[in-house]
């Protein structure tokens, strides 16, 4: 009985080692770097306006351009999860059209929680649902 205790305490330690990393690209994602035009965002297939998001990652800083105005903040990266934090804007009269889009934008920022980076097409989901994909420049 004392062999067939340690030998399942073995085993299932074994075990646990194997699957300690469910996403075994995660430790080795590419983190989002440099600039990257957006080409998607909910509810708006047709983007007209040249929507931009950069990462500067020696300062952790986000920033772009919204559709009407600049946005900034910071971004923090684990693995494949990324938040944005402390975001702000300028504040210019736009048209109402751009004043969608930035909304949209600038919400969807706030929600994403993971990212993919393929063929330098970056996608920011919340959970596994692309809401921003973007191009680097």
């Not at 770097?33 to 040249?50: C, D, K, M, R, V």
């Not at 931009?52 to 351009?65: L, M, N, R, Y």
Request: hydrophobic share 30%.
């Amino acid at each position: 009985m004392k062999y067939f205790t340690i030998l399942l305490v073995s085993f299932l330690a074994l075990n646990a080692c194997k699957n300690s990393n469910t996403n075994p690209d995660s430790s080795n994602a590419e983190p989002p770097s440099g600039t990257y035009t957006i080409n998607t965002l909910p509810e708006h297939n047709n983007i007209s306006q040249e929507l931009t998001i950069t990462f500067d990652e020696a300062t952790k800083k986000v920033s772009g351009h919204s559709g009407c105005n600049q946005f900034f903040g910071t971004y923090n990266v684990n693995g494949t999860s990324l938040t944005f934090s402390q975001m702000g804007s300028t504040r210019k009269m736009c048209d109402p059209n751009a004043n969608a889009l930035e909304t949209a934008m600038l919400q969807s920022l706030n929600q994403i929680n993971t990212y993919t980076i393929k063929d330098n097409v970056l996608q920011l989901k919340v959970d596994n649902k692309t809401f921003i994909q973007a191009v680097k420049n």
